[in-house]
């Protein structure tokens, strides 16, 4: 099966000349790795390529050589469209925007819909930056020391320092593999992992000095209340829901993030066993079982009420099961 994927993407790619290369809303280190070293392999091939994420990439990943290739817009037409790290079409942001199909889905989520006519969908990689390393030479294109980093940095980043339930024998396979291009895996794990400005620490305490507890869950919220007294402006969570999914005996953790342009972003971290994409499933987000996220448009109580009562049926169906 694989076989006969990869020679479907390799004449896929063969026959365009303008790829346009997206990832999803929101994105992660994941989604920009990806999109830079798959962007900067078919740029390497002859291709004339063009790397959309229309909300940017977030700074900490500004070391990686090919960030600055990032356009937040699509202005040309393309004979071939890849989406990388994207758990369905809408997410790019540019559904409303493109009529075409995908040609290409490259993605690991479980919530996956296969929106493209190729889907490359493997729910067991750690990243999807796993995903192209391991593939992309049958895709008829070549690793290079400034591809090796954007895929490793993704796959860094995407499993926390090789820390999620998903690493595997072969991620860290891949991740060696990888780092034999001569790249530091200290500089990408502090450049994109460690590194934190002191307003956003501040805004970790905020959040931390509000965490809440129940049976099976920890819970805390962020507000542009938060986001002022501290100066932390970046988006999200600065991965606070990080720090909180390591409290001890708790297998659920969830984060709410006011908006500033109104609404609640929620995220969920579950402990192996648990699969936190199922409630987010429910509110139309999606993700891994061990970590999920959704946009809610209500304002944070009420998301809050809803959000804590679906995740407690949820904890309530494991400890009846
Ligand atoms: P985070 O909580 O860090 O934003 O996201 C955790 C995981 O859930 C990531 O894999 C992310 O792509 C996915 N995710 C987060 N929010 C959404 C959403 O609104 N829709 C979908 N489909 N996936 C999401
Ligand atoms: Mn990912």
Same mark, same amino acid.
């Given at each position: 099966?694989? $076989?006969?994927?990869?020679?479907?993407?390799?004449?896929?790619?063969?026959?365009?000349? /303008?790829?346009?290369?997206?990832?999803? !809303? @929101? *994105?992660?280190?994941?989604?920009?790795?990806?999109?830079?070293?798959?962007?900067?392999?078919? #740029?390497?091939?002859?291709? %004339?390529?063009?790397?959309?994420?229309? =909300?940017?990439?977030?700074?900490?990943?500004?070391?990686? *050589?090919?960030?600055?290739?990032?356009?937040?817009?699509?202005?040309?037409?393309?004979?071939?469209?890849?989406?990388?790290?994207?758990?369905?079409?809408? @997410?790019?942001?540019?559904?409303?925007?493109?009529?075409?199909? *995908?040609?290409? +889905?490259?993605?690991?989520?479980?919530?996956?819909?296969?929106?493209?006519?190729?889907?490359?969908?493997?729910?067991?990689?750690?990243?999807?930056?796993?995903?192209?390393?391991?593939?992309?030479? &049958?895709?008829?294109?070549?690793?290079?020391?400034? !591809?090796?980093?954007?895929?490793?940095?993704?796959?860094?980043?995407?499993? !926390?320092?090789?820390?999620?339930? %998903?690493?595997?024998?072969?991620?860290? @396979? !891949?991740?060696?593999?990888?780092? &034999?291009?001569?790249?530091?895996?200290?500089?990408?794990?502090?450049?994109?992992?460690? %590194?934190?400005?002191?307003?956003?620490?501040?805004?970790?305490?905020?959040?931390?000095?509000?965490?809440?507890? $129940?049976?099976?869950?920890?819970?805390? &919220?962020?507000?542009?209340? =938060?986001?002022?007294?501290?100066?932390?402006?970046? /988006?999200?969570?600065? =991965?606070?829901?990080?720090?909180?999914?390591?409290?001890?005996?708790?297998?659920?953790?969830?984060?709410?993030?006011?908006?500033?342009?109104?609404?609640?972003?929620?995220?969920?971290?579950?402990?192996?066993?648990?699969?936190?994409? @199922?409630?987010?499933? #429910?509110?139309?987000?999606?993700?891994? *079982?061990?970590?999920?996220?959704?946009?809610?448009?209500?304002?944070?109580?009420?998301?809050? $009420?809803?959000?804590?009562?679906?995740?407690?049926?949820?904890? +309530?169906?494991?400890?009846?099961?």
């Amino acid at each position: 099966m694989n $076989e006969s994927m990869n020679n479907l993407i390799r004449q896929e790619i063969s026959k365009a000349q /303008k790829v346009l290369l997206v990832s999803h !809303i @929101r *994105p992660d280190g994941d989604a920009i790795g990806s999109l830079i070293g798959l962007g900067l392999a078919l #740029e390497a091939a002859g291709k %004339n390529v063009n790397l959309v994420s229309i =909300d940017g990439a977030p700074s900490s990943l500004k070391f990686l *050589p090919g960030y600055q290739k990032i356009n937040q817009s699509v202005e040309d037409g393309f004979d071939l469209l890849i989406v990388v790290d994207c758990s369905d079409w809408q @997410r790019t942001g540019l559904a409303t925007k493109i009529e075409d199909k *995908p040609g290409i +889905n490259i993605d690991h989520h479980i919530t996956n819909d296969h929106f493209a006519r190729i889907n490359w969908v493997d729910t067991t990689a750690a990243a999807t930056a796993e995903i192209i390393a391991e593939n992309i030479t &049958s895709w008829g294109l070549e690793l290079n020391q400034e !591809i090796a980093r954007a895929l490793l940095t993704a796959i860094i980043t995407d499993t !926390i320092g090789f820390r999620t339930s %998903n690493v595997s024998p072969r991620t860290l @396979r !891949i991740a060696a593999d990888l780092l &034999s291009s001569g790249i530091s895996i200290n500089e990408i794990y502090m450049q994109a992992l460690v %590194n934190r400005s002191l307003e956003a620490m501040r805004y970790w305490g905020a959040g931390l000095n509000k965490l809440q507890k $129940e049976d099976g869950m920890v819970w805390t &919220s962020l507000t542009l209340d =938060d986001q002022n007294k501290t100066g932390y402006y970046g /988006k999200d969570d600065a =991965d606070l829901i990080n720090i909180i999914s390591g409290i001890e005996g708790i297998p659920i953790s969830i984060i709410f993030i006011e908006q500033p342009g109104g609404g609640v972003k929620v995220s969920w971290r579950a402990q192996p066993g648990y699969d936190v994409s @199922r409630v987010a499933q #429910e509110f139309g987000g999606g993700g891994h *079982p061990a970590a999920a996220g959704a946009m809610f448009d209500s304002g944070l109580k009420e998301v809050q $009420e809803i959000v804590i009562r679906n995740t407690r049926k949820l904890l +309530n169906n494991y400890k009846s099961s």
